[in-house]
């Protein structure tokens, strides 16, 4: 065993960084003790006829058929940082009419344009537990990101899922619950698509904290490192969490996927060939194509046989003017280390999402704008500063989105505590207190990527964000509705005009709403010593002072809280003089309105909180990884805590919380009665998916005459730092610019890797069916259950089902389905659930498959993960 995992990580790490020669044994021995990455070769080929994908890859053969290899190459490589307008671009296919495809942020909105729309973040729209709601702002995107001429929106996240409450880019995904966030992912896809527009489901995996996800950032953050952080996440964990709600992108046809920064188990996401070959592509089925996170790559033929199929931007480090790909990936073909196969396969997986959601290759439009600028004139080519044109034309996109928009808002803010302030009803006297109530000095736009936390937190920081068009504070809003009241209004937008505020809200019936927040993003930017991850789970800016201080003073003090998830309440949650608090997420650039609709009822709250709100940090058990724990070598992030990760860890560990995952108050009441359970016609016995795949096919023919690859200058000049599929010269070794050049795929390649012959499936998968199993999706059970509004007004309700899976390593309860329903008052209506063979499974790693336990299973219908109301035993 310790010979393998030896030999295994000498393959590995000469694969990685042709640096075998330099590390010593003990290096090597040191290495081999940590997590490891089976290998999984040889890289699944598409399935031409897969549910939903079969007219696209009809489409699609007919199409790459046609092509050379240096088309194909093109397909597959980026052009480099700046090379073209969007945040990434491969090369064109001009002589069949394709333009460069477009492969740009963000999960809420376009990054980095004008007369775009900033959506609320996955997070926010995870409150609503409204998948009508998740799939129109899927739609909403999508639309806009066609209308700017972009043909993959880089979104939506599932990675990080949020295994700590204090990961940086977590407001970007969903929920910690990986169901929640399942059909987050299946909803928004299917939005995106439904407008034209690839989706991509990202980041591919474990990518669950900033801090190591890239050697050069930790390097500049003063971090010794050689190389990222290493996820160690067993099997079971993998299928049971993390890997979940990619299944639901999946499943719902998610044209691309992006491999991650960091490594799993010590392999590259981007060269991991068991988390892309083994899970993504032959157990999932997926038929789409895989990109590599910007930069995230860091080899050429081992990411291409690891099942890599872009690779983002293109250039090995931004703006070297080389690439692992191009003009190297033309010449492993040639020469024979990458299968000719392999190469198809992209091509095909690329150019079948892009049929699935377009017609023809020649009816895109021109990409309208360009990222790296909003100067109407400029260099297209903007990182050479060539071909000076105009490059924005400021197309309006918004249509009526900012409808959607305050609505989200509005329906994913959560009512944590009212004791009976909250709705308002034209108040004599509204006192808004705290800076996040107002605007930035400095302009809703004007931190690069949000960077910084002035001003009312409506997106937190990073490339997953966008421009606002404009920003409605809480503070233009609340003032607007007052003054059409008739209430007296005061606003004080600093945390720290202590004397001030004292003064204002201890006059006699005032009713003091004080904001409050705190912020995250991505790691590229350090916000107040939050490289990215928050360093702390406390509000921001004082924050809690300015609370304690308020309620001190006012015995009706109302809290608002915009944030990236749970903040610690546990100071003054519980003062009675803090009369309501609500969490409101971040809710884009309708922010104000959004909040009003909620403190003065015109919208009824029916939010739930996606994660647990803990009382102190420790409480969430697992945490993020702060300073390096492998010498210069791979800080080594073990996943330990399995499953239990927020409400799971809180249940076993048996801790009371502050407020609960699920948990949100309503203006009216609801009473829960009448659970049934319905047990549909599928009694079939699961069988498991047996047989070969065909062998890989190939399309095309190509030359084998160097001649034929080189750059042709007499047709078009050579764009500085740019990225082509083209030789320079004839000479391999000198085209290939690579010391190394030379070596066999059976000298640096892992065994099968470039494999042609037809491959067992996986038992767990689905053939044709992405997603696994078809009957991994069967309904073994309906459950039903009645919801009366017994309140005075109509509300919507968000049931949740439950199921207990009964075995002693299992979470106290899980969820596994909801809806959110409008009930008039006095009525009741049907909550109806579903479970599935999967929802009552687990994964059993020696399976390799989805089993069903023999333990109890207990299914739970209520109004949070601490309040089942109703439960019923399955038998
Ligand atoms: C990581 O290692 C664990 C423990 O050996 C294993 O169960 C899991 O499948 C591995 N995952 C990957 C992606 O290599
Ligand atoms: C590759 O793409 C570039 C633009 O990115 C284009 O100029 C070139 O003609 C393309 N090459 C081929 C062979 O299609
Ligand atoms: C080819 O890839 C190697 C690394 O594997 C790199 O050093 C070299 O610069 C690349 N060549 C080109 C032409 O981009
Ligand atoms: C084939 O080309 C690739 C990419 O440049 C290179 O890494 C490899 O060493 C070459 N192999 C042979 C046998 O020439
Ligand atoms: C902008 O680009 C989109 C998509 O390519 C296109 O539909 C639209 O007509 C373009 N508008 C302008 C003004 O160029
Ligand atoms: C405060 O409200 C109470 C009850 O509505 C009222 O009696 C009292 O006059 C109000 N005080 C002021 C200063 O408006
Ligand atoms: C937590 O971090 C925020 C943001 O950097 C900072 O304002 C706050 O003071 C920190 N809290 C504590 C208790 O240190
Ligand atoms: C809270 O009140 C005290 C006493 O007035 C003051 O010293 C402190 O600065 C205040 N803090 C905030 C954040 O309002
Ligand atoms: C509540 O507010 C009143 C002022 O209205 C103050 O006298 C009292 O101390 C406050 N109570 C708490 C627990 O802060
Ligand atoms: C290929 O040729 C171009 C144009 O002369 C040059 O800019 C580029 O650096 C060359 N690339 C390599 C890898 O030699």
């Known amino acids: 065993m310790q010979l393998k995992f030896a030999a295994q990580w000498l393959l590995a790490v000469a694969v990685e960084h042709s640096l075998a020669n330099d590390l010593n044994l003990q290096q090597l021995e040191k290495r081999a003790a940590l997590a490891y990455s089976e290998p999984f070769y040889p890289s699944p080929w598409m399935n031409p006829e897969a549910d939903g994908w079969a007219e696209a890859y009809a ?9 050379t290899l240096l088309e194909k190459v093109n397909l597959t490589t980026g052009v480099g940082w700046g090379a073209e307008q969007c945040v990434g671009q491969v090369g064109a296919i001009p002589r069949l009419g394709l333009r460069s495809l477009c492969m740009h942020d963000s999960p809420l909105g376009i990054r980095g344009t004008d007369f775009n729309s900033a959506f609320p973040s996955g997070q926010t729209v995870a409150a609503t537990f409204d998948r009508g709601l998740m799939y129109r702002r899927g739609y909403a995107m999508g639309k806009e990101a066609k209308g700017k001429g972009v043909d993959v929106l880089l979104g939506p996240v599932a990675g990080p899922l949020g295994r700590a409450p204090a990961g940086g880019r977590n407001w970007e995904g969903f929920s910690p619950d990986p169901v929640l966030t399942g059909v987050g992912m299946a909803e928004t896809i299917k939005g995106i698509q439904d407008a034209g527009t690839i989706a991509c489901a990202k980041h591919f995996i474990g990518n669950e904290q900033e801090h190591f996800r890239q050697v050069g ?16 996440i067993d099997d079971k964990t993998m299928h049971e969490l993390y890997l979940w709600p990619f299944v639901d992108a999946v499943r719902a046809g998610v044209g691309s996927v992006m491999c991650s920064y960091q490594q799993v188990n010590n392999s590259y ?19 789409g194509f895989v990109m590599s996170d910007w930069q995230a790559q860091h080899t050429g033929a081992a990411s291409a046989v690891a099942g890599l199929d872009m690779t983002m931007p293109g250039d090995t480090v931004f703006n070297s003017g080389l690439s692992y790909w191009g003009a190297n990936l033309t010449l492993a073909v040639l020469n024979g ?6 190469l198809d396969d992209m091509a095909m997986r690329i150019m079948a999402a892009f049929f699935k959601v377009n017609k023809k290759v020649d009816e895109l439009e021109p990409i309208n704008f360009s990222f790296w600028t909003l100067d109407t004139y400029g260099p297209i080519h903007w990182a050479a500063g060539k071909d000076y044109q105009q490059i924005n034309w400021h197309v309006d996109v918004r249509a009526d989105h900012g409808n959607l928009i305050r609505d989200i808002g509005a329906k994913g803010t959560v009512l944590l505590k009212n004791t009976g302030s909250l709705p308002l009803k034209k108040p004599k006297f509204v006192a808004v207190i705290g800076e996040d109530a107002g605007s930035n000095p400095k302009g809703p736009n004007g931190c690069a990527d949000r960077g910084c936390d002035d001003g009312t937190a409506a997106m937190g920081w990073g490339s997953g964000t966008a421009s606002f068009p404009y920003l409605v504070t809480p503070d233009a809003a609340l003032q607007a509705q007052a003054v059409q009241d008739g209430s007296r209004y005061e606003s004080i937008l600093s945390n720290y005009a202590a004397s001030q505020t004292k003064a204002l809200v201890s006059q006699d019936n005032v009713t003091a709403i004080v904001f409050v927040n705190a912020d995250s993003g991505e790691g590229f930017i350090n916000v107040d010593g939050n490289i990215g991850d928050r360093k702390n789970l406390t509000l921001w800016k004082d924050g809690d002072a300015l609370v304690k201080n308020v309620s001190s003073w006012c015995s009706n003090t109302i809290v608002v809280i915009h944030s990236p998830g749970p903040v610690l309440l546990t100071e003054w949650y519980d003062n009675p003089n803090i009369t309501a608090i609500l969490w409101a997420g971040f809710p884009g650039q309708e922010s104000g309105n959004s909040i009003t609709d909620v403190l003065y009822g015109k919208v009824n709250p029916a939010g739930r909180s996606p994660f647990t709100w803990g009382a102190t940090r420790e409480g969430y058990g697992a945490d993020l990884l702060y300073k390096p724990n492998n010498g210069r070598d791979a800080p080594q992030q073990d996943f330990t805590e399995g499953v239990f990760i927020d409400y799971r860890y809180f249940d076993k560990a048996n801790t009371s919380v502050i407020y609960e995952f699920g948990h949100g108050l309503s203006y009216t009441t609801f009473e829960y009665s009448n659970i049934k359970v319905e047990k549909p016609d599928h009694s079939s016995e699961y069988k498991p998916t047996t047989g070969k795949t065909s062998p890989a096919p190939t399309f095309g023919n190509y030359s084998t005459d160097l001649n034929d690859y080189v750059f042709p200058s007499d047709e078009f000049p050579y764009v500085y730092q740019y990225i082509y599929p083209y030789l320079n010269t004839t000479d391999p070794k000198k085209a290939s610019a690579d010391p190394h050049y030379g070596q066999t795929a059976e000298q640096f390649l892992p065994p099968h890797a470039t494999d042609s012959s037809a491959q067992p499936y996986p038992r767990s998968s689905g053939k044709n069916s992405p997603g696994g199993n078809r009957q991994l999706y069967d309904v073994l059970y309906t459950i039903t259950a009645d919801i009366k509004n017994t309140g005075a007004i109509a509300g919507d309700e968000v049931p949740q089902l439950y199921v207990s899976l009964g075995g002693p390593d299992d979470p106290k309860i899980q969820l596994r389905d909801f809806d959110r329903i409008r009930i008039d008052p006095g009525q009741t209506a049907t909550f109806r659930g579903t479970l599935t063979r999967r929802d009552l499974s687990n994964w059993d790693p020696a399976v390799q498959d989805w089993v069903i336990s023999e333990h109890k299973k207990t299914a739970y219908v209520g109004r949070s993960s601490r309040k089942l109301d109703l439960s019923v035993e399955l038998d």
Request: hydrophobic residues 30%; contains cysteine.
């Open 217 to 232: 950032e930790s390097q500049g953050y003063g971090f010794d490192i050689t190389e990222t952080l290493s996820s160690n």
């Open 269 to 287: 996401g981007c060269q991991n060939s068991k988390l892309m070959n083994g899970l993504l592509k032959a157990e999932l089925g997926f038929q």
């Open 337 to 342: 280390t990458v299968p000719a196969y392999r």
């Open 59 to 67: 489409k699609a053969r007919e199409f790459v058929s046609q092509l």
